[in-house]
């Protein structure tokens, strides 16, 4: 059978095990459709691979050297918003996987999946912008709290990090080339996802699950 797409997904490859790494590229270029652009072993250099390639998913190692896993997640949210990040790790405890999805990765894979298992996760994260994939034991699923409503979309990312600087919404609508209808509707679906009662709540629960980053306030438009 033809596995192979007209445009190959690419996919970065994070983890400080050289051996693993290349046994990830054999599996991904096997089935065809998927071009690996690139290898990194520490965050700093997949920040930098990121920033570069600005790759359609990255497989990411959760215990990488350098930053805390959350923070490079969030950077590389920020550099490469349209990305989808993959979580590979031997761990799967339920705080961790919580952090994380708080921070918008799209997957977590415990490392004892099977190739058909990465390869349909790998997929699924890029042809459908709203799937998330866990492969995790039965206890951490149990015990995890997922995002309420789910991950933000790009747009509302976008939006709620403006409303961190303090700037209304005529403002925001002005700063993204909106309407200010379309802002308000923005900022309720902000509020039903993260179930939030105010502007400030929706901004302090966002910067405590790393969907966007802390800035000082802005002077206004």
Do not use: C, W
């Amino acid at each position: 059978m033809d596995r192979t797409t007209p445009n190959p997904i690419s996919v970065a490859l994070v983890d400080d095990h050289t051996l693993f790494r290349e046994g990830l590229r054999e599996i991904l270029e096997s089935f065809g459709g998927m071009d690996v652009v690139g290898e990194a072993g520490d965050s700093g250099s997949a920040i930098a691979l990121v920033e570069e390639a600005e790759p359609d998913v990255v497989l990411l190692d959760v215990e990488i050297p350098g930053d805390e896993v959350t923070e490079t997640v969030a950077r590389i949210r920020k550099l490469s918003p349209e990305t989808r990040i993959i979580i590979l790790s031997m761990y799967d405890g339920p705080q961790l996987l919580t952090r994380l999805l708080a921070a918008g990765i799209r997957g977590y894979l415990h490392k004892s999946v099977h190739r058909d298992e990465l390869i349909a996760a790998v997929r699924s994260v890029y042809e459908d912008e709203s799937r998330l994939v866990l492969a995790v034991s039965r206890s951490s699923l149990a015990h995890v709290e997922a995002p309420a409503g789910g991950v933000l979309s790009e747009k509302e990312l976008e939006v709620l990090q403006l409303a961190a600087q303090a700037l209304s919404n005529s403002q925001i609508a002005r700063r993204l080339g909106l309407a200010e209808a379309t802002v308000k509707r923005h900022m309720r679906n902000i509020f039903l996802k993260l179930n939030a009662v105010s502007r400030i709540d929706a901004v302090n629960k966002a910067l405590a699950g790393s969907l966007i980053l802390p800035q000082t306030r802005g002077d206004g438009d």
